[in-house]
T-cell receptor, first 113, second 110 residues
Framework: DGGITQSPKYLFRKEGQNVTLSCEQN?????MYWYRQDPGQGLRLIYY???????QKGDIAEGYSVSREKKESFPLTVTSAQKNPTAFYLC????????????FGPGTRLLVL | EDQVTQSPEALRLQEGESSSLNCSYT??????LFWYRQDPGKGPEFLFT???AGEEKEKERLKATLTKKESFLHITAPKPEDSATYLC???????????FGQGTRLTINP
């Protein structure tokens, strides 16, 4: 089955800790994206990558980092510099062109202890 | 600045009661408008992509239409399983990202 997987489903972060969210796709998509969703707000773009070994900041990149070493994988690290990390994180993938449809994974909910 | 506004924020309907959700946008050079359905605690599920004014797409009880300023998601004879939040997003020429609206939370009562 082709699709996007995210793990874990729930993640708990202690103060001062870095945590990494996993995103894997087997749709052979060139582009991958990370979004943050907060209650009452639209999805906001954190980072995106259109090709392996290249990525760009989105609207709210501060406190986050990413890597794109393989076409299938785009992990997101939430660093201790992100002061308000509690949110629902969504990974998406799509074709090479920005106007192509993006498909989303099931999401990871990050909570702060 | 690109903006996407969805209305209403929330809508309650009785089963079988048809209605429409609105997505109005202010972008120059629209390259695509996307509709997604999102169930609580899950990722958005793709429904439709519309590329030009006048375009229409249908899937089961849903029909999406597009004008130069807005898109409508028409729901005909809805069922309780149609209850979800419906998200609209746009992509404009020259941009690298989608701009999302805040969504419409639809509840269908049996």
């Amino acid at each position: 089955d082709g699709g996007i997987t995210q793990s874990p489903k729930y993640l708990f972060r202690k103060e001062g800790q870095n945590v990494t969210l996993s995103c894997e796709q087997n749709l052979n998509h060139d582009a991958m994206y990370w979004y943050r969703q907060d209650p009452g707000q639209g999805l906001r773009l954190i980072y995106y990558s259109q090709i392996v070994n290249d990525f760009q900041k989105g609207d709210i990149a501060e406190g986050y980092s990413v890597s794109r070493e393989k076409k299938e994988s785009f992990p997101l690290t939430v660093t201790s510099a992100q002061k308000n990390p509690t949110a629902f994180y969504l990974c998406a993938s799509g074709g090479h062109l920005p106007q192509e449809t993006q498909y989303f994974g099931p999401g990871t909910r990050l909570l702060v202890l | 600045e690109d903006q996407v506004t969805q209305s209403p924020e929330a809508l309650r309907l009785q089963e079988g009661e048809s209605s429409s959700l609105n997505c109005s946008y202010t972008v120059s050079g629209l390259r695509g408008l996307f509709w997604y359905r999102q169930d609580p605690g899950k990722g958005p599920e793709f429904l439709f992509t519309l590329y030009s004014a006048g375009e229409e797409k249908e899937k089961e009880r849903l029909k999406a239409t597009l004008t130069k300023k807005e898109s409508f998601l028409h729901i005909t004879a809805p069922k309780p399983e149609d209850s979800a939040t419906y998200l609209c997003a746009v992509h404009r020429d020259g941009a690298q990202k989608l701009v999302f609206g805040q969504g419409t939370r639809l509840t269908i009562n049996p």
